[in-house]
């Protein structure tokens, strides 16, 4: 479980470096500031710095810079092109002899022998190591040793290869040098994984990335040794852990362009998927061996590759597959390939292929040849090597281990104490939180009662224009009680109806929950029933308000309330001569954000013909209140008369 939460901060991370700038992660060549060495300073990077590298070398000064730049630049195109990394090598090496710098010379010719050794030339390799032994410093002998290591291991000399693997270890003790100590612990792990003592190689490989994570490096170094505890978590049945530590190589991997350690990595998952039976995953694992192994152009890792796919051909009964897959392998291996550990594998595995599919005779002469490299590999001076050498590294990293527990301890106190300030930091954060929300709640409540009186204060005002109106209203009654003129009478009345309709208005704010919104479908409800009753129609006009509920602005909601109090008085006086019955229909809606307003009668309609009957005022403040809502009026007359006026909602005046 804590590799699997280890494993998803790690992608999170991964993604958030990725998305940094990257030159200036590297060099700050302009400025004459010194290079920040890649994997050792800094790997706050993407797959492109070696291209910005390239770019960088030509230009820095002095040349110590430009050769550490340089000999970067050829040791990691090493693990994707080694054509390319040996022209930067041969560069290097050219120009330190032209500038008499043996230092220099000596670290490219270690990058050199780590080419030499990718491109199967071990002999080669171990020359040009000697001759650098007597030009590097003491510090640059635990990466040489390292490479001595892997020339004997690779030639099948384990316990060779553990000597260079504990004369690193010595050396990175004495400089306190936790990377060469963590280096050594992985080479020790593999080693003991190819000696099939899986618990002892298990434990060293943790014990290196254990040093490696101390650092917060992500180097080529720590992608290997994942892959090498994935390994042998797979060879002690432990399926899950070895693929949480194969997904992790690879995103490593995969993020700084490290074909060779994919290629190392999707063949152990190749493996592991076959076990458990997830031969679709563990084929596309195999591709992806191959691919890398190929961009490569090794023929160690294609040669591995075409193994682990043979295997996994074997393990589903494809002997005739299996058979031409490891063929294959010991084709691309020669008989000068060097490596008897994964030569005695592959005719193991052909000796299989050939007994299912019945051809005893090949599969005789496979397993002589596999027992014959074995024998080669797994001697028991080999044997008693590698097991007195885990003695001699118990006793050599007990300091290491005192200094690992130390350093640990001083984590756990920095943790310790940086939980005690963030606690303190929080508890400060919430008392101020505490008294923000107490201002903040007291604030409010200032407001609320603010809000209250103010509501209170408009409600009110609200009423007395009501009730000032409603004395309007009165005052004409009276008026009007006094006047014998019809036609004086007439217009008293019309404006008494026009000051109600305001006064509805203000009464309907007064008395509802919104001050300045006024619900108009009940509005009309009610000024409509107001003016039959005025008018003693209850009996012969009906009405009828079509629309859905609809709130207006109160300045709006007047000129509109006025513009349906003329029409509707207008249908009453006109529309329905002699004691007709009818009915008046009333609607208002909003479609494409324009209000459109209909007064609807079926009386006998407008008589365009005749003369203007009344005053015309009405007519004249129905033009002027849509003149001011910015509306278009369109009349229809047949059979009754219908008034339509389209206006925008923004436009009252």
Known sequence: MEKKIFYSVFLFSFFILNCTPLFAQITELYDGKSYKKIFVETDNFGASYLDILEESFPLAKPDSVKFSILNDLAYYWHTRNLTKAMEFTKT????????????????????????LLRKEKLDQAEKVL??????????????????????????????????YALEALRLGEKLNDNRAIAMAYSDLSNLFWKQSKFETGLEYGLKSLLLYEER??????????????????????????????????????????????????????LDTYAYLNEFEKAEEAGSNALKYAELLDNNFLTMRSW?????????????????????????????????AFFLSQAYEALGKAHAGNHQYKEAYTALAKYDAYKAAVFTAEADNRTSLLRTEFDVAGKEGKIRSQEALISKQRTTQNLII??????????????????????????????????????????????????????????QAARIDDVYMLSTIQESQYRVQSMGMIHQKLYIGKNLVAVEM?????????????????????????????????????????????????????????KGRKGKIRISLIEEKGKLKLEVMDNGIGKQLDTNTQGTGF????????????????????????????????????
Request: proline fraction near 1%.
């Open 130 to 163: 000697e001759s650098a032994k007597c030009k590097v410093m003491e510090k640059d002998l635990a990466h040489l040793n390292t490479q001595l290591g892997y020339v004997y291991e690779r030639r099948g000399k384990l316990g060779k290869a553990a000597d």
């Open 421 to 478: 300030v963030i606690a303190g930091l929080l508890l400060l954060l919430l008392l101020i939180s505490y008294k923000a929300i107490q201002n903040k709640l007291k604030a409010n409540k200032m407001l609320e009662k603010q809000n209250k009186e103010k509501e209170f204060l408009l409600k009110e005002i609200h009423h007395r224009v009501k009730n000032n109106l409603e004395i309007v209203s009165s005052l004409l009654s009276l």
């Open 618 to 653: 009405g007519t004249q403040l129905v033009e002027l209140l849509t003149k001011q809502l910015d509306g278009k009026m369109i009349l229809k007359i047949n059979p009754g008369t219908t008034v339509s006026i389209q206006f925008e909602p923004g436009k009252a005046a």
């Open 92 to 115: 290097g090496l050219a120009l330190t002899k032209t500038s008499n710098d043996t230092l220099w010379e000596g670290r490219f010719q270690i990058t050199e022998a780590a080419i």
């Open 216 to 269: 917060r490096i992500n180097d080529l170094d720590y992608d290997f040794t994942l892959f090498v505890v994935g390994s042998n978590y797979l060879s002690l049945g432990r399926h899950e852990e070895a693929l949480n530590y194969l997904r992790h190589s690879i995103a490593i991997g995969e993020r700084y362009g490290f074909y060779n350690n994919l290629s190392d990595a999707y063949m152990v998952m």
């Open 307 to 339: 193994l682990s796919i043979g295997n996994v051909k074997n393990l589903q009964g494809k002997y005739t597959s299996a058979i031409d897959c490891l063929e294959k392998s010991i084709t691309i291996a020669t008989d000068d390939f060097g490596d």
């Open 521 to 577: 479908k009940s509005y009309f409800e009610q000024l409509g029933e107001y003016i039959i009753d005025a008018f003693a129609a209850n009996e012969q006009v009906h009405l009828k308000v079509e629309m859905q509920n609809l709130e207006l602005d109160v300045d709006l909601a007047i000129p509109i309330g006025l513009i349906v109090n003329e029409l509707f008085t207008n249908s009453l006086k006109y529309a329905f001569p």
